[in-house]
């Protein structure tokens, strides 16, 4: 079911970080074509409407902080987005492809990856094998298939190199290693498999203030290879500091929309709370 | 399941025109603190549980070496115990290493397939009487057919055998897998029923066979030296060590014990696995209900259920977790022969037979206290994170 097609590979540091020199006048947030763009979506829970028309748009290279108080509609979004969800109304487009009504499996293969809090690694298998579940490279000896494990493990240093990580030792299972650095390894595998789309679900919640730092740093590392972010976070300090804009939900409507140099963390609030809300 | 290399350029056109905006990641990401290590040039250098590495290094060693210590411990002692008392060697004799290895075996071949299902989180209970209901419909057929030569008897045997140990096998899989059962229930209920079947293809009694080809195929020794058993048992056990440490299925089994969610993200069809697990469970069960009535040239519905404790005792005694996700196939070889050696040994020296069962129930108790005190060490060790 995982053949590995050596084609579609990318290599070990795929390298977007040298177009990092090319400068270009036009803002990314205004002028160029959306990857992602969700248009009039509705979704409703029995009697609760979780997401109210909702219109996002998000563009290459640039991280949206998806903000809201709890039960406001965060989750719902990402996870229509995801393919988790189906919206009731509305539409998903990445590209030009319509998405909604995808199964998460499509959804990741077209690009959009999600990185949830528990980070879905598996403990006790290393770094090389962790990034390539599911879609595991073979060799063979003596004409016998066989896990390249090496391989593995030499593309995933590449990656964490990519990101500016280095590990002493990349035999280790995971769960030896500490909580930034296995975020650094589920975000590493979004990046090796060439996400477009990287949705982060409260990528600092469970770390120390040193690794939270660390975090923010590889969102923009992310961000610096053209990859768009979606940053959901309760942390204002985290958002205004990481995030180009901000999208705040109220109650599953849209309350406002802010680039993040034109608003206060004041706004931010009195959005989430309803107390302003765009027209 | 990939993308094509078109999308590839169309993110590569997408990227160019977004770099604009970032050019402020470049050089900014000085960090409070002094950077842990000189030798890391990079700009972000994690959080240093890197540094724990010589201890985690030891911990791990420790963690592998337990059981081959244990077994040097457990040979020295029975050898000096043959010193001191009978005044000669016990494992420079040929024939009780011979008698070592075939109990072993008999436990080993119950053991692996129980090594897969341990490392993906589960158990099963009910390999002790697919064995013996593999033992006893291959000696139910072979005696059926007398007049058939007997190796040809012999192959239908160990067919029916093999076949007959699946059902069960594919039983626990459907109940586990698409019922969710847990398999310490449905392999317990599925340990009820193969063993009333197994004592009514029997007829509630043993069955005895007449057979050359078994008894040579359970007795025989290559060059007078090595008995058959050992040997197909070291060519089973290659395979299935190739199975668990060289292939795609392999990693799913860990990845379900080590997390299932994981799997299940990556895209593993883990109700399928889970299936195979069983089957593949009961089908080593049934290879040693082969190697039971071929030995003895009998099959008895009970072939099994003291080797069920022993095999179980052997998968953890090698390093497999009650929590899933640990343990490999050299170490249930290293369990089996601890566990054989105490069984022969505390024969030789002349001990009551039950003592054997107190020896290995202490040994399994044993086994979950190291495992236990691994797992506390382990957090201690990446415990600075």
């Known amino acids: 079911m995982n053949a590995s097609p050596p084609d579609a590979v990318p290599d070990a540091a795929p390298g977007p970080l040298e177009r990092a020199g090319i400068e270009s006048p036009d803002d990314a947030t205004s002028g160029s074509t959306a990857v992602l763009s969700v248009r009039g979506v509705c979704k409703r829970f029995g009697g609760t409407r979780a997401s109210r028309d909702i219109d996002l748009d998000l563009h290459a290279g640039e991280v949206l902080a998806l903000a809201g108080d709890n039960g406001a509609g965060k989750s719902t979004l990402i996870k229509m987005i995801a393919g988790v969800n189906r919206p009731d109304s509305g539409e998903i487009h990445l590209g030009g492809e319509r998405i909604d009504g995808r199964s998460p499996q499509e959804v990741r293969d077209l690009g959009i990856e999600t990185i949830y809090q528990d980070l879905a690694l598996a403990d006790n298998l290393d770094v090389g094998v962790n990034i390539f579940l599911g879609r595991e490279r073979m060799r063979r000896v003596l004409g016998v298939p066989m896990l390249d494990r090496k391989w593995m493990r030499e593309q995933a240093a590449g990656a964490l190199e990519h990101l500016g990580i280095r590990l002493d030792d990349l035999s280790m299972p995971v769960g030896y290693l500490s909580g930034g650095q296995r975020q650094a390894i589920a975000i590493s595998r979004a990046v090796y498999w060439k996400a477009r789309i990287v949705i982060m679900d409260e990528p600092t919640a469970a770390l120390g203030v040193p690794e939270q730092r660390e975090v923010k740093d590889l969102v923009r590392r992310l961000q610096a290879d053209g990859v768009a972010i979606v940053f959901i976070s309760h942390n204002l300090g985290d958002i205004f500091e990481v995030s180009d804009r901000i999208f705040v939900l109220e109650r599953g409507r849209k309350a406002g929309e802010r680039a993040i140099g034109d608003t206060t963390e004041d706004e931010v609030v009195a959005m989430m709370m309803g107390k302003v809300i765009d027209p | ?385």
Not at chain 2, 99 to 123: D, Y
Not at chain 2, 217 to 246: I, K, M, S
């Open chain 2, 1 to 385: 399941m990939w993308r094509s290399s078109s999308t590839r350029t169309e993110r590569g056109a997408a990227a160019a025109e977004a770099v604009a905006t970032t050019s402020r990641s470049g050089g900014e990401s000085s960090l409070a603190r002094p950077p842990p290590s000189p030798t890391t040039p990079l700009a972000i250098t994690l959080h240093p549980a890197t540094a724990m590495n010589p201890r985690v290094r030891l911990l791990q060693l420790l963690t592998a070496a337990w059981s081959w210590l244990f077994l040097i411990l457990i040979m020295a002692l029975f050898e000096g115990w043959s010193w001191s008392v009978y005044g000669r060697t016990f494992f420079g004799n040929l024939y009780n290493v011979q008698a070592v290895l075939l109990t072993a075996t008999q436990i080993l071949m119950m053991a692996l397939g129980l090594t897969f299902v341990i490392i993906a989180a589960g158990i099963d209970l009910s390999i002790g009487f697919i064995a013996g209901l593999a033992a006893v419909t291959m000696a139910v057929v072979i005696r059926a057919l007398p007049e058939l030569p007997p190796a040809l008897s012999f192959s239908l045997g160990i067919t029916a055998a093999i076949l007959i140990a699946l059902v069960p096998g594919f039983v626990n899989g459907w109940l586990i897998a698409r019922w969710k059962v847990p398999s310490f229930i449905g392999t317990l209920g599925m340990f009820g029923v193969t063993r009333g079947m197994a004592f009514l293809v029997a007829g509630g009694a043993t069955v005895s066979i007449r057979n050359d080809t078994a008894r040579s195929f359970g007795n025989a020794r290559l060059f007078d030296v090595v008995p058959v058993p050992v040997l197909v048992a070291a060519v089973v056990t290659l395979f299935f060590h190739y199975l668990l440490a060289h292939t795609r299925f392999g990693v799913y089994v860990y990845a379900m014990g080590g997390n299932l969610q994981s799997a299940v993200r990556a895209g593993v069809n883990t109700t399928r696995i889970t299936f195979a697990l069983f089957m593949l469970s009961a089908f080593t069960a049934a290879m040693a209900g082969i190697f039971y009535t071929a030995r003895f040239s009998a099959g008895a519905a009970d072939a099994g259920e003291p080797i069920l404790l022993n095999a179980v005792a052997a998968v953890f005694i090698g390093g497999a977790s009650l929590s899933g996700g640990s343990g490999t196939i050299a170490g249930t070889v290293i369990g089996s022969l601890i566990i054989a050696i105490i069984q022969f040994g505390l024969v030789f020296i002349g001990m009551p037979p039950f003592w054997q069962f107190i020896t290995v129930g202490l040994v399994i108790i044993v086994a979950v206290l190291i495992d236990q005190s691994r797992d506390r060490l382990a957090r201690l060790g990446a415990g600075g994170a």
